[in-house]
């Protein structure tokens, strides 16, 4: 089984700054991406930053965090973090992780998800 857990949330004024960490674990034969979304109350969940395998190649942004957040990979490989500045009580938000993994003994990626980690913003 595979298993990624989060960490890092919590209450945050406006301006400050959060990092949201991410390890995944269990039987893995190789990360394909890795990445984190949010979901705000009343909203759809929504993508805030990806990055495809080692994270030296593409990543992406949602262009609301672009300028404020950065995702990077750890040098295991198989944590993502996802720093947070300037925030803005628009981030307020339910933040997930997510990666596309080939689990060990299959030929294909599935996408597995964290329960998620509340980071609020407010003063």
């Known amino acids: 089984q595979v298993q990624l857990v989060e960490s890092g949330g919590g209450l945050v004024q406006p301006g400050g700054s959060l990092r949201l960490s991410c390890a995944a674990s269990?039987?893995?034969?190789?990360?394909?991406?890795m990445g984190w979304y949010r979901q705000a109350p009343g909203k759809e969940r929504e993508l805030v930053a990806g990055t495809i395998r080692d994270g030296a190649g593409a990543t992406t942004y949602a262009d609301s965090v672009k300028g404020r957040f950065t995702i990077s990979r750890g040098n295991a490989k198989n944590t993502v973090y996802l720093q947070m500045n300037s925030l803005k009580p628009e981030d307020t938000a339910v933040y997930y992780c997510y990666a596309d993994i080939i689990a060990t003994g299959f030929n294909y990626g599935m996408a597995y998800w964290g329960k998620g980690t509340l980071v609020t913003v407010s003063s």
């Open positions: 269990g039987s893995i034969f190789s990360i394909q991406a």
